[in-house]
């Protein structure tokens, strides 16, 4: 089967596209002044907004420190791994091919990050305080840029 170039050199933009997407987070996080500093600012948002008795809290913390942790550490071992794979011009089916499969095996890493967690919490949160969370996630990253753009 003989791939298209061109339809592969896009594709690889794409993938490429997908992946700087992915570390702008990772940026937030240095402008706050570590990734340590995002996490415990995201930690205690998410706390904020979820009203956890002490008892669910102390269940949570560890789950989601080691959630977090975890996440850090996929995306700076594909950053290593993508590190100079910008240049996109004259690379190989062959590589471009290998670029391809590489993200594909970040996102299922990722996905199944997610599903761990999210099973790890259904032993102590309810389906309703699960969905607050990805909430509540979801408005510190809108928080963080806001605050970004105003910088």
Do not use: C, W
């Not at 904020?48 to 949570?60: C, H």
């Not at 791994?81 to 190989?92: F, Q, R, V």
């Amino acid at each position: 089967m003989k791939i298209n170039t061109s339809n592969l050199r896009r594709m690889a933009k794409v993938v490429l596209l997908m992946l700087l997407v992915l570390f702008v987070q990772q940026d937030y996080a240095s402008a706050q002044g570590s990734k340590d500093t995002y996490n415990r600012m995201k930690t205690v948002y998410v706390l904020e907004q979820l009203s956890l008795d002490s008892d669910a809290e102390a269940k949570f913390l560890p789950i989601y420190r080691q959630y977090l942790g975890d996440k850090d550490a996929l995306r700076e071992k594909v950053k290593e791994e993508t590190k100079g794979a910008t240049d996109m011009e004259g690379l190989s089916d062959q590589e471009y091919e290998e670029l391809i499969n590489n993200h594909m095996a970040f996102k299922q890493r990722s996905l199944d990050l997610d599903k761990k967690f999210q099973l790890d919490l259904k032993t102590i949160l309810s389906p309703k305080k699960i969905a607050e969370l990805y909430s509540a996630e979801k408005d510190f990253i809108l928080e963080m840029r806001k605050k970004m753009r105003k910088r």
